[in-house]
């Protein structure tokens, strides 16, 4: 009601500056798990309008909303006293309006055991995806690395960096900014690090692909090799990355409350139209593909085998060494309508993922991803 809406404009600042939000916590708001600042505090028309906002400040991550979703606007303080990080306390809550207001013999005692927050480390926020700032329409899972024969093949995928945020800090809007008003000594004071859980078809199957190492530092590199290893060689049409944040304090590893989680559609074009010959163990034969073009093929590996070779069969005859080991390139001959497979005999390589791509004049055809 209107009474409510004045009694929300008053206890907010009409007009706060970028400093009065991020250090006393001017306009502070939650709405679901995601604490906002905001600088302008309007009303008219029956509505508040908050503008000029910041998301997921604190340790909170910029999720999404449902229209009609709850609105808290947090003022004032509820005690002056301080408490443990896993005390129990009672609560009770006395809302009022512009005439009256609960009193507290009537108000149910809410029993909350505090989670010792205080010690979480805060995760990331502004998420890229190769330089692009999240949300974007898509992301091009051959951007990172430079592409082409040698080792480059394997750089390709998709580089993930973000804001890092340190628990410590003392203005919550510079902290969602940039990274400039850092400690000095992060994030080596408490270990900071972070991975990210890769997953494909998050809106069905949603199946885990894998979990990247933890790092300090960003970019974080998600190796398209890696991901069409764990697809059988198929490119996604749509993704999820979410981030992992851990430190060390006091002895003990803590996680992030809360975790960026982002969804987003997939595009190739170096892969588009290729034929997937699929994702190969030592000596087993990949899948056919088929080629359309009379004359000289190219096989491009990522980085080359130490004693394994990469060897071709044309229309199930016997198998021949294209790339010898040692090397990276190779070429052989074919004729429009050959059934062409390839495999490689590298027996020693534990963890071997390389990916194989098959040109013909210089533009790629097919691809296989080694593993061991």
């Known amino acids: 009601d209107l009474d409510s809406l004045v009694l929300l404009q008053n206890a907010m600042e009409a007009a706060a500056l970028a400093e009065d939000c991020g250090t006393r916590l001017a306009n502070l708001v939650l709405i679901g798990n995601e604490f906002f600042l905001f600088r302008t505090v309007t009303t008219g028309g029956g509505q508040l309008q908050l503008s000029n906002g910041y998301r997921g400040v604190l340790d909170s991550v910029p999720e999404a909303h449902a229209a009609n979703d709850r609105v808290w606007i947090l003022f004032g ?14 609560v009770k809550l006395l809302p009022k309006n512009g005439s009256t207001q609960l009193s507290e013999p009537s108000a149910t005692a809410i029993n909350l055991t505090f989670g010792n927050r205080v010690d979480q480390p805060y995760p990331p ?57 850092l400690p000095p000594d992060f994030p080596a004071a408490n270990t900071t690090e972070y991975a990210i859980e890769v997953r494909n078809d998050p809106n069905g199957t949603n199946t885990l692909l894998f979990t990247t ?6 970019p974080i590199e998600i190796s398209r090799t890696r991901i069409l290893r764990n697809t059988a060689g198929v490119v996604p049409t749509r993704m999820r990355f979410t981030v992992l944040t851990r430190h060390t304090i006091n002895g003990s590893v803590r996680n992030s409350l809360y975790t960026p989680r982002w969804d987003f559609d997939i595009v190739s074009a170096l892969l588009s139209g290729d034929t997937n010959m699929g994702v190969r163990a030592f000596n087993v034969t990949s899948a056919a593909h088929v080629t359309g073009t009379t004359g000289t093929h190219t ?35 074919a004729t429009s309508g050959d059934s062409i497979t390839v495999r490689h005999t590298e027996n020693s390589a534990l963890g071997l993922e390389k990916f194989m791509e098959l040109t013909v004049g210089g533009v790629s055809a097919a691809y296989c991803i080694f593993t061991y």
């Open 299 to 333: 096989l491009n590996i990522g980085s080359a085998f130490g004693t394994g070779n990469v060897q071709v069969s044309l229309n199930g005859g016997a198998f021949s060494t294209v790339i010898a080991a040692g090397n990276t390139t190779g070429t052989f001959a």
């Open 125 to 181: 926020v502004a998420l890229r995806f190769n330089s692009t700032l999240y949300p974007t329409g898509t992301v091009d899972i051959d951007s990172s690395g430079s592409g082409g024969p040698g080792s480059t093949l394997d750089d390709r995928g998709i580089a993930t960096s973000f804001v890092r945020r340190d628990f410590r800090n003392m203005d919550e809007v510079k902290a969602v900014v940039d990274e400039t008003s």
């Open 77 to 90: 303080n509820l005690t002056e006293r301080t408490f443990t990080p896993a005390a129990t306390v009672n």
């Open 213 to 218: 190492a933890y790092q300090s530092t960003v």
